[in-house]
């Protein structure tokens, strides 16, 4: 049977990121529609029908039945999904569950991801594959991503009479989806995991030297993954083999994400180990990936098509888009299982459509 009438790469990855584009170019009406697919969902939960979910109709009405919540207002809530009530918070059954790293105030978050959640993280692939058809560096699909993720199962934690696995959602993500994507990743996630869950320097150094062997010989086009990982697997190939990045491979482009920074603080860094390949940060957190970089504009742009975005501004509460250039605000963000989450995330807007994660709305939390 003939496949003529297959895309074409270029063809394929234009159609991949036509929905992000589209959204981006009007940001009010694509906020609009996720409002109402968002609605839909929580209308099949207990909390959702608890506020009235099917009966809203307006963003007001959206913001007077479901207050913005921190995480330790759902922590409860999550506990219960976690001892079996899953449709109290889900649409559907979790197929993982996902820790933060203890970024605020030293403590994990235990975050469910579902397979509507997984689906839509594949997403943060969008600043990949703008960079392809800008470029038209399609070469870059010969080569593998170097995987410098963290690992998709940590432990185990009891809830009630059961024992869950957890995991971190960036591992999660590599696990569940990494066969969805046109580029190979090295080491596996599976290889990745074999090695434990453990923290120590010990433990990365035994990860370093995995993804190392992994892909020594190989042609690393891509690099993935949290920069700080990322800086610490430079210098660790440096220490232990007197070896640079740079001096392996000629990577074309690191998407990375997990701090701020990434184009400012990092980028000396991350050049002086790697060689100049394109950098291309990843705004995401365990609860979601909400934007990428675009272009060569050291800042990302929105998913406006996947997420609803609201922000707490000086001048009151607003959407993402309505900011103005130079404003600031903490994010308040909708996925489909935690309706007006407030992050804890401070953005900078900088000229349309592009903005800045600059730190934490908590001073006292570190950002590593």
Known sequence: MSNSHAPSP???????????????????????????????????TGYGQQHGASQIETLDDYRRAFPAAIYDDYKPLIERVMAGEVDLLLSEEPIGWAITRGTTKGESKFIPMTPTDLRM???AGRAMMNYVVTTGRYDLFQGVNLNLNFPSVVGTVQVGD????YGYSS????????????????PTQEEIDALGGGKTQSDWDARFELAYQKCKDENVSLVG???????????????THRVYPKDLWQTQIMTLGSVPGINTTYVASLTALYGRAAIREIYGATEGMFGQQRDERRAWVPNYDLFFF??????????LHEMRPNETG??????????????GDRILA???????????????????
């Open 310 to 319: 609201e922000v707490e501004t000086r001048s009151g509460l607003k959407m």
């Open 171 to 186: 591992g999660i993500y590599t696990k569940f989806v990494s066969a969805q994507t046109p580029i190979r990743s090295a």
């Open 350 to 368: 900088l000229q349309p459509p592009y903005f800045r994660c600059i730190g934490r709305d908590v001073w006292w939390t570190p950002l590593r």
């Open 10 to 44: 270029a063809d394929f990855l234009k159609g991949f990121l036509q929905p992000w584009h589209v959204a981006v170019g009007n940001p009010e009406k694509a906020q609009q529609a996720v409002l109402h697919r968002l609605l839909q969902i929580y209308a099949q």
């Open 225 to 239: 993954g949290v920069a700080p990982t990322a800086v610490e697997f430079g210098r660790y190939l440096h220490r």
């Open 330 to 343: 903490n994010l308040v963000v909708s996925t489909p299982i935690l309706p007006r989450y407030q992050i």
């Open 121 to 123: 993280r594949i997403n």
């Open 162 to 165: 059961r024992e869950l696995e």
